[in-house]
């Protein structure tokens, strides 16, 4: 069983600082890794997508990556009450095209 | 610019009943996925299709058909339903460049079995 882990939180953090949010997964022929974010009541939505070890940015978002330790991360510096929502962590295999999703972050930014 | 849509957004049913829950999109993508999401099992992978013809299983398909005749269709089925299907059901899709994989969803449909 390809397993993807995330803390389910809550995360609180007041607004202005920074939220991290972290991710393990078992499959070490994992390729692709993404983050979405996920409103009650709403579907997910995509909002960082990695590939390769290291750092991505995008805008307030910063998605880490390290194979070796097969662990992902999600930094939202500048965190804005607009941000809570939970965050879904993703993960596709070398097997083909399905997504391992875990079960997500809970995130609360508080004013 | 529709993107992907999914109807009916909210339907109820009685158990034994069969319900089609419908998935459209407007990308041209190839590849198109149905989840289903509960409290406590977070998204669980129905079926996907990798292709008009073309459709696999996921962790979940027991009690679930799906077919798609034409690419920018993706329906799923419940044959019987029952009330552990009552769920969330999300469409998904991608254009499945190797080694990419992003997925981008429908709104959903809330289903619920009496």
């Known amino acids: 069983q390809k397993e993807v882990e995330q803390n389910s939180g809550p995360l609180s953090v007041p607004e202005g600082a920074i939220a991290s949010l972290n991710c393990t997964y078992s499959?070490?022929?994992?390729?692709?890794f993404f983050w979405y974010r996920q409103y009650s009541g709403k579907s997910p939505e995509l909002i960082m997508s990695i590939y390769s070890n290291g750092d991505k940015e995008d805008g307030r978002f910063t998605a880490q990556l390290n194979k070796a330790s097969q662990y992902v991360s999600l930094l939202i510096r500048d965190s804005q009450p607009s941000d809570s929502a939970t965050y879904l962590c993703a993960v596709n295999g070398n097997s083909g095209y399905a997504l391992n999703f875990g079960k997500g972050t809970s995130l609360l930014v508080t004013p | 610019d529709a993107g992907i849509t999914q109807s009916p957004r909210y339907k109820i049913t009685e158990t034994g009943r069969q319900v089609t829950l419908m998935c459209h999109q407007t990308w041209s993508h190839s590849y198109m996925f149905w989840y289903r999401q509960d409290l406590g099992h977070g998204l669980r992978l129905i079926y996907y299709s990798a292709a008009a013809d073309i459709t696999d299983k996921g962790e979940v398909p027991d009690g679930y058909v799906v077919s798609r005749s034409k690419t920018e269709n993706f329906p799923l089925t419940l044959e019987s339903a029952t009330r552990s299907q009552t769920s969330v059901y999300f469409c998904?899709?991608?254009?499945?460049?190797?080694?990419?994989?992003?997925?981008?969803f429908g709104p959903g449909t809330r289903l619920t079995v009496l």
């Open positions: 998904a899709s991608s254009v499945g460049l190797a080694g990419v994989g992003e997925q981008f």
């Open positions: 499959d070490r022929g994992s390729q692709s």
